[in-house]
């Protein structure tokens, strides 16, 4: 271990599942390992205002079940610009903060990363995001939970599909990928699944539609990536049918919904793995580093690596999605 004593951490960017879980554990291990440790309250913008504060092991009970997060988060474009970074490096640098802990996405770490540079600062990334995009990682905290809080949802879309013959068109998020749309869909059985990674006609989407329909199928569920070239949800559904008017056609749009409610068993386990990992690897000396998972074990990922980087679908579930889609 180094001689790190002041440890800081904050949440940036969108809110997801299981952020609380990475507090709490970037918390409890700086305690554990005898470092002072400081939460900054909405993200960048709070640190350059100087919105911090000194945080025990008991600031952070019962918090690991909650969604969102307590630090609360914010967009700062002051942030971006170098005098913005100065008067956050200057907030730290009063209060002998020496190591930063970010918890958020790509966009959050590709500042971390030049905060660091420009100020010799120690900083490690936490990637939490529920659209899974971040390269280096196959699990971001929160996509888990998105896409469980997906199936319910579309589970229970299908039974009024079932009940009147319906064709659902149902769109989630994912920015301009398709990882919640790829997961959820094999899921919850949708018969297509539009994302922004493969490119599917109208007229492709109409001709799966109609063999559907011709095997008896009695209802329908089409999931649309909200980045998918062929417009959101609404716009889709309105090409279908001036081509294809077999089902009566509904669409729903989940929102923000999947961002909320408790995170998952596998969210709050990756999130107290995630948030040790980034305190153990700041004592260790290292810095400019996420805490990636790869084949079920947290290792240190280069920070850039998730903004330099496009996260691949997996091929093997695209397949498995076409297979089954009969």
Do not use: W
């Amino acid at each position: 271990m180094n001689d790190l004593k002041k440890i800081a951490l904050l949440t940036s960017g969108g809110d997801a599942p299981g952020m609380n879980a990475a507090v709490r554990a970037v918390v409890r291990a700086s305690v554990y390992y005898n470092t002072e440790v400081f939460g900054i309250y909405e993200g960048y913008k709070g640190l350059i205002e100087g919105n911090i504060r000194q945080l025990s092991v008991r600031s952070v009970n019962n918090i690991l079940g909650n969604g969102g997060t307590v630090l609360r988060s914010s967009r700062s474009p002051e942030f971006r610009t170098e005098e913005g970074r100065k008067k956050a490096y200057s907030e730290l640098k009063s209060r002998g903060i020496d190591g930063l802990v970010v918890i958020g996405g790509d966009g959050s770490f590709a500042g971390a990363h030049i905060f660091s540079k420009e100020f010799g600062l120690q900083v490690a990334g936490i990637p939490a995001t529920i659209d899974n995009d971040i390269a280096g990682t196959d699990y971001s905290i929160g996509y888990d939970t998105a896409s469980n809080v997906v199936v319910s949802c579309i589970d229970k879309i299908r039974d009024t599909a079932l009940s009147h013959n319906r064709l659902f068109f149902v769109e989630v998020m994912g920015r301009d990928t398709g990882f919640i749309a790829l997961r959820s869909g094999i899921a919850s059985g949708a018969i297509c699944i539009m994302m922004p990674e493969r490119k599917t006609s109208v007229e492709e989407l109409v001709a799966l539609l109609r063999k559907g329909y011709r095997n008896k199928k009695s209802s329908s569920i089409v999931v649309v990536a909200e980045g998918n070239e062929n417009g959101g949800a609404y716009e889709l559904a309105k090409s279908v049918r001036e081509k294809y008017n077999d089902y009566e056609t509904k669409v729903t749009i989940l929102g923000h919904l999947q961002r909320g409610g408790d995170p998952t068993c596998f969210d709050r386990v990756i999130a107290s793995e995630m948030g040790v990992g980034a305190v153990e690897g700041l004592l260790n000396g290292n810095s400019g580093f996420m805490t990636a998972y790869q084949c079920g074990k947290i290792h240190e990922e280069p920070l850039e690596t998730s903004y330099t980087q496009k996260k691949q679908l997996n091929e093997n579930l695209v397949k498995i999605a076409q297979i089954l889609s009969i």
